[in-house]
Nanobody, 124 residues
Framework: QLLESGGGLVQAGDSLTLSCEVL????????LGWVRQAPGKERTFVAS????????QYADTIEGRFTISRDNGKNTVYLQMSDLKPEDTAVYYC???????????????????WGQGTQVTVSS
């Protein structure tokens, strides 16, 4: 039900925007988040946004370089990434909370629906 796109190979300092479309119609404006998994490491929280888009939450490690946004008319959430660093290399997953939950969360267990991921590779 979640389809990510936009990953690729970029150089350090470049920008990249990931997209995640919520498919199927079963989830109406859910809380959406981005989680990433670097090679050999556990998945870590990146960002989350309320269904209304009113509020968002970020991991401290992002340091203001990423922006999460959404277009509910397109059932799509975006992750705009700037000043990318080699340590941002990871598979980026889109995730959605179940209906009835309205607030952002940095806890992966709060997300019931997951996409397949899109690879982002940042070369130095």
């Amino acid at each position: 039900q979640l389809l990510e796109s936009g990953g690729g190979l970029v150089q350090a300092g470049d920008s990249l925007t990931l997209s995640c479309e919520v498919l199927g119609g079963a989830l109406r404006d859910p809380v959406l988040g981005w989680v990433r998994q670097a090679p050999g490491k556990e998945r870590t929280f990146v960002a989350s946004i309320m269904g209304s888009g009113y509020d968002s939450q970020y991991a401290d490690t992002i340091e203001g370089r990423f922006t999460i946004s959404r277009d509910n008319g397109k059932n799509t959430v975006y992750l705009q990434m700037s000043d990318l660093k080699p340590e941002d290399t990871a598979v980026y997953y889109c995730a959605a909370r179940s209906p009835g939950y309205y607030f952002t969360s940095d806890y992966q267990g709060d997300y019931e629906y997951w996409g397949q991921g899109t690879q982002v590779t940042v070369s130095s």
